[in-house]
């Protein structure tokens, strides 16, 4: 397998391991911003598919967290869901800390020599680091945007959009 291929392999296998995460904070997405704030997400997923920057997305969701009252807003209790002291964050900041914390530190993974053996010396090497990080960056953002559209849709409506996925 060439290393580019190897590169999406290790990435979409990645993108597997943060399906949950991606799923809470679609959920979250769509408890906050709704349907009537669509566009922002849409934004936010071309943005994502467009860049060639990390900054550019974590630049994005700054601005939208200070512009937007509901992007600051956390998500209701919900006694049956495990205790996670980030879903008492707004939805802005917990996506900007996940992005930028989380998926770096499954970037950095991928990165070492057991898996695509990318260094992190030479400029090369950095930027090679910097676009794995992109690749879970887009991944993990289409799956988010995924589950916001379907707990906005019809379909996916739940009484409460802090409800669990898994029935609870």
Known sequence: MNREMKIIYVVSNQAENFYEDAIDLGDHAAHVLRAIHRSQMTSL?????????????????????????????SMPENPSAPTNKKVNQGFGLR?????????????????????LNIGNTTDKEKQERRRIHLLLIRQFIRQMVAQYEFRVSAVGNLSSAGSSKRGS
């Open 45 to 73: 997923e071309n943005i994502a598919e467009s860049t060639f920057k990390t900054s550019d997305v974590f630049d994005f969701i700054k601005k939208q967290t200070a512009r937007f009252s509901y992007w600051r807003q």
């Open 95 to 115: 996506l900007k800390e996940f992005l930028e914390q989380d998926l770096k530190k499954a970037a950095d993974e991928l990165c070492d020599p057991s898996r």
